[in-house]
């Protein structure tokens, strides 16, 4: 069975996945700004650049011609022979794999409901600082994610470090990377990402990530509840891939005034996949439900996750409070209940069951 990226619009099918069994909080895990797309191109596995229109606050020609052209955004389908009859577990996995939202083009219709829908960012990465950071990556990351089933490995970069300092340390000086496309790349990303959170003073902390086996995080928030209450509007995620695998990451909508979770327990809040291509990166407020764990690669979707905390200054330009980006803690409870997992009640995306052994790697 061959599966390929196509597009066109998806459905969706029905699954979920048991509670985890043992409730452990660990400490966890964790931009180009022009016209340039970078892809992933399904026939080579390769990044491959093409053009894609920009945008502005205002609805512009590039809007309406995207609009009359009715562009779509891509999603994964069974490539299979004409002819094939197709089984009821094929016609599962390929509803299962149509209702993974690719993040190509945040001009494209469904993308820009996601995004909002999580009030998130696509932000576009140089080509130049992807290679770099690959190449900087350690050989083994440095520790397992201490969650139930330490499936994650990753490797946190010291909070004083930027993009920069991390590709210095860990590549000879004389490495062709260090040169001005790189400079202009990394000054681009840390552009975008004050642009994209309308804030001009922030900071950010790293951490390398990897994936042993495909088996599905659960769901979580990265910072202590306490944490979250008092400085959430002051923090944010960052994911994007670092190979032409790209990444993929569950997401789950919070409902709104929800703390404890106390009067949505009974219901079930499916998850949504998301596929983050090489060349984006997908930005998200701290307080999001998310989940990794996915693989599908001989690198383990290798990535990175950022931390990113908008700082607020007094007029003698101290900060106003000790450095957040020191304590990422994966949270797996309830706010106020830690007896009850966050997995009750935010579960798998409907039909991931069907996806193990067939397109993410067990």
């Known amino acids: 069975m061959i599966v390929k990226l196509i597009k066109s619009y998806p459905s969706v099918a029905n699954a979920n996945r048991d509670v985890r069994t043992d409730s452990i909080d660990s400490i966890g895990s964790t931009i180009e700004v022009d016209s340039s797309v970078w892809c992933y191109n399904a026939q080579d596995d390769a990044p491959h650049r093409r053009m894609c229109p920009t945008t502005s606050d205002e609805e512009n020609e590039s809007d309406l011609i995207m609009r009359k052209t009715n562009v779509k955004s891509s999603h994964f389908d069974i490539d299979v022979p004409a002819h094939h009859n197709s089984s009821l577990q094929d016609n599962r996995v390929r509803q299962a794999l149509a209702s993974i939202v690719v993040l190509d083009s945040h001009l494209c219709p469904k993308v820009r409901t996601l995004l909002h829908m999580y009030n998130g960012h696509l932000i576009d990465m140089g080509k130049e600082l992807l290679g770099a950071l690959r190449v900087a990556a350690p050989d083994q990351l440095a520790a397992r994610v201490g969650d139930c089933n330490e499936n994650l490995f990753y490797e946190m970069q010291g909070h004083k470090k930027d993009l920069w300092s991390i590709i210095v340390d860990n590549i000879d000086s004389n490495h062709h990377a260090f040169d001005h496309q790189l400079h202009k790349d990394i000054q681009t990303f840390e552009d975008s990402l004050r642009q994209s959170l309308n804030h001009g003073n922030l900071t950010y902390r790293g951490s390398y990530m990897r994936t042993e086996n495909t088996i599905y995080q659960p769901a979580h928030v990265d910072y202590e509840y306490s944490v979250l209450n008092e400085y959430g509007h002051k ?44 060349g984006k990166m997908l930005v998200v407020p701290a307080e999001t439900v998310h989940g990794g764990g996915f693989k599908r690669g001989s690198s ?63």
């Not at 101290?318 to 949270?331: F, I, R, S």
């Open 300 to 362: 383990g979707n290798l990535r990175f996750h950022l931390y990113i905390e908008v700082e607020d200054e007094t007029a003698t330009g101290e900060k106003t409070h000790d450095d957040l980006l020191h304590h990422p803690t994966n949270k797996y409870t309830e706010e106020n209940d830690r007896s009850r997992e966050l997995c009750e009640r935010f579960v798998d995306a409907y039909g991931l069951k069907h996806l193990l052994g067939v397109f993410f790697d067990e």
């Open 235 to 278: 923090l944010f995620l960052a994911f994007f891939p670092l190979t032409s695998e790209g990444t993929f990451l569950q997401l789950w909508n919070k409902p709104k005034n929800d703390h404890d979770g106390a009067s949505s327990m009974a219901g079930k809040l499916p998850g949504q996949v998301v596929y983050i291509p090489y």
